[in-house]
């Protein structure tokens, strides 16, 4: 079985050549982008990892899980969608900026990503 069929997650090509893994939200377009990472060293968490800019393909890899909300249309979702990932340890700030990521296994990760989609639907 397929890695895309087995976790049911599509390719993305976000452009300049950065292909992922994705999942829908099924609320309001937003989506996560997954990609697997490597730790930078010498840097300090939660920066200290960079994404590679092809999929992941193994269930064991460690992947960065983002979630894109530059699509969300309700602006009344914003803010219930932000207090979801923050009490799942996803958001962060920097240089006043929203991150929203968080670092896993593709496996882990995928358990961690739908919970949160099914915590995020709820509030439709």
Known sequence: ???TEKYNVGEYHSGGGCMHLSQEVDVSDIYWLINPTEKIEGEKAPYNYEPNHIPPNDENQLCMFGLQLDYLEDE???EPIV????ENNVVF???GEPYNYFIASFKDGY???TDINNQIQSIK
């Open 1 to 3: 079985m397929e890695f």
């Open 76 to 78: 009344e979702m914003l």
């Open 83 to 86: 207090k979801i990932l923050k």
């Open 93 to 95: 700030w920097r240089d």
């Open 111 to 113: 358990k961690k990503m």
